[in-house]
């Protein structure tokens, strides 16, 4: 299984970003899918989470409203769309496939190399 996280930078509070992830090396459509991101000296947590085919969602209490989590089967990519972003929102941010849904965990395996998001006045 193969991970690439794409989007990315750094942004001032109130910015937006498109985050992207893209997975190769299973059945992309037989997969729930998450993002997890893991700020400086923390563990990782789960941000958004998402069911096959768009089923069911899941995101942490701090960021409704801001970010959404979509999917698009047929090119294998799962996204995170962040808006009014706030500087407690940066850290790398890691993509997963095989998550628990309802509580946005990610079971075991290993992460991908992530995507930077730095948010700053």
């Known amino acids: 299984v193969h991970v690439v996280e794409s989007g990315g930078g750094r942004v001032q509070p109130g910015d937006s970003l498109r985050l992207s992830c893209v997975v190769t090396?299973?059945?992309?459509?037989?997969?729930?899918m998450g993002w997890f991101r893991q700020a400086p000296g923390k563990e990782h947590e789960g941000v958004s989470c998402?069911?096959?085919?768009?089923?069911?969602?899941y995101y942490r209490d701090s960021v409704k409203g801001r970010f959404t989590i979509s999917r698009d089967d047929a090119k294998n990519t799962v996204y995170l769309s962040m808006n009014s972003l706030k500087a407690e929102d940066t850290a790398v941010y890691y993509c997963a496939p095989g998550v628990v849904v309802d509580i946005c965990h990610f079971p075991g395996g290993s992460w991908g190399q992530g995507t930077q998001v730095t948010v700053s006045s």
């Open positions: 090396g299973l059945d992309f459509n037989e997969y729930a």
């Open positions: 998402i069911g096959t085919s768009g089923s069911s969602t």
